[in-house]
């Protein structure tokens, strides 16, 4: 089993810089990946981000390119993911999930889920 806890969030202007964190306990060394996914009221989870947790390989969704960065310290096992020029439509909920899976983009295959953390980006 892993448990994840987030922590961040919060209300922020158009243009901002935030950066949430993850952090994983339990098996942490089954973790093949670690990812966040956004949610509004009404619509789907959405990939954003994900990294292997091994090598630290990022990948993002096109709207969170070169805006968004993810990355991990594995002596605290900690992961983060640092938002730069947000935007109102980056408002949702972000979830941190890990996976044992190799498949990074489809939120079905991440077993473990974080509490979420509010993110809302005034204009």
């Known amino acids: 089993q892993v448990q994840l806890m987030e922590s961040g969030g919060g209300l922020v202007r158009t243009g901002d810089s935030l950066t949430i964190s993850c952090v994983p306990s339990g098996r942490i060394d089954t973790i093949v990946s670690v990812a966040w996914f956004r949610q509004v009221p009404g619509k789907e989870r959405r990939f954003v981000a994900a990294l292997r947790w091994a090598g630290g390989d990022s990948y993002y969704t096109d709207s969170v390119k070169d805006r968004f960065f993810a990355s991990r310290v594995i002596v605290n096992s900690t992961a983060f993911l640092q938002m730069t020029a947000l935007r109102p439509e980056d408002t949702a909920v972000y979830y941190c999930?890990?996976?044992?899976?190799?498949?990074?983009?489809?939120?079905?295959?991440?077993?473990?889920w974080g509490q979420g953390t509010q993110i809302t980006v005034s204009s």
């Open positions: 999930a890990a996976t044992t899976s190799n498949v990074l983009y489809t939120a079905d295959f991440y077993k473990y």
